[in-house]
């Protein structure tokens, strides 16, 4: 009988906990379907785009699940960075 290994903290990923339907959800709120087509070039986002559609597709295609990966957490830096009080 195999055991599941504990899980590990992760707490300097901000990808951890955060599920992939949150990720194409937020991006899609904050970009659009088509600046977020022009950012990552697939049909699933510039062909009659939807958050199901492109789950499927990002679930199967380990490039473009990185590239959104990589443009959530871009967004979330820019976001902290206008946050910042001025000096």
Known sequence: MHETPPRVAQPRN????????TIVRALEAHYGW?????RIPVRCFSHD???KSSLKFLRKT??????????????LR???RMQRPAD
Do not use: C, I, N
């Not at 901000?14 to 339907?21: D, Q, S």
């Not at 088509?34 to 022009?38: G, I, T």
């Open 62 to 75: 380990p490039w473009a699940r990185e590239k959104v990966e990589g443009l959530y957490l871009f967004m």
């Open 49 to 51: 785009p939807s958050v």
């Open 34 to 38: 088509a600046d977020l087509a022009k």
């Open 78 to 80: 820019e976001q902290r």
């Open 14 to 21: 901000p990808l951890h906990g955060v599920t992939l339907e």
